[in-house]
């Protein structure tokens, strides 16, 4: 009988940029070392996959078309976002030091296998669907999927 891999998921309900660098930092090392990962996108997470982040499409009601219109193009810093300078600051930062960026961080994480799942409900309230998402989505899934997927974990992780 063959042994299963450890696994680990991460609920990612933030859309800031500093959450979501942690998020794929803890994702890609676990997959770097033989973990199973998973990263479940949900709410303000999903920001982090939007192929626009200025989502407005015919198919949203007001409130949905609202929350397209208000995001603010970028995704800022949870702390010290001094009015859009913070995320400037830390990418620059990241550079001196030759930090990978979030979007060369994504593209690991999709090299290593780590499996994307975007929420269902959350999609929903937010009148997003497939078109509007990058195509490295590889499920759309409800809580009740990623349960299942955190009950066989040993790491779970909200962020």
Known sequence: MSEQKEKMTIILFSGELDKAIAAFTLATTAAASGMEAIIFFTFWGLNVIKKNMFVVNSKQNFLQKMFGVLNTGYLPMSKFNFLGIGPILMKLLMKQ???????????????????????????????????????????????????????EAKVNLFI
């Not at 669907?129 to 490295?136: A, G, I, K, V, Y």
Request: proline share 0%.
């Open 97 to 151: 030091k030759k930090v990978a960026t979030l979007l060369e961080m994504m593209k690991t994480a999709r090299s290593l296998g780590v499996k994307y799942i975007a929420c269902t409900m959350s999609c929903a309230v937010l009148g997003l669907d497939r078109d509007d998402l990058s195509c490295e989505v590889d499920e759309f899934a409800g809580a009740t999927s990623y349960l299942a997927e955190a009950k």
